[in-house]
């Protein structure tokens, strides 16, 4: 039974953690970000200066250093919701290029119909 209530606990304290304060969720999504244009450049992308993907990555440069200056103890609460928004888009307009609208197979292997297509398959 103690551990029914753990649990339960331990969940409704996780949810709500950091409601508050966005900073910790935000740094994990740019890591998360980050980590998806690395992936994507290691398999052979690559985005000129004035690009979607490098737009996403200058606005989410921007909101992750507004998200880390603002004092979010002296804001509304509800103005976190416009950290959501903005991190949807940074993910839509980082999907706006060919390499962001496959799956992640796509750096690995060459595109499908082709010889080394083939090679890569039978791996």
């Known amino acids: 039974m103690s ?9 409704r ?7 508050d304060d966005p900073r ?3 740094a994990a999504f740019t890591l998360l970000v980050a ?10 992308a ?4 004035v690009s979607w993907p490098v737009f ?6 921007l909101v992750t250093t ?8 002296r804001v509304p609460r509800e103005t976190i919701a416009v950290l959501a928004v903005l991190d949807i888009v940074v993910v839509g307009t980082c999907r706006l290029s060919p390499e962001g609208s496959a799956w992640p197979s796509w750096s690995c292997c060459p595109p499908s119909g082709s010889a080394a297509s083939a090679r890569c398959a039978a791996r």
């Open 24 to 26: 910790v969720l935000q």
């Open 13 to 19: 304290d996780w949810g709500t953690a950091d409601a």
């Open 66 to 73: 507004v998200t880390m200056v603002v004092p979010w103890d």
């Open 46 to 49: 690559r985005y000129d200066l």
């Open 35 to 44: 980590i998806d244009l690395t992936f994507r450049m290691r398999g052979g």
């Open 3 to 11: 551990d029914r209530r753990g649990v339960a606990a331990f969940l």
């Open 56 to 61: 996403a990555a200058v606005l989410l440069v």
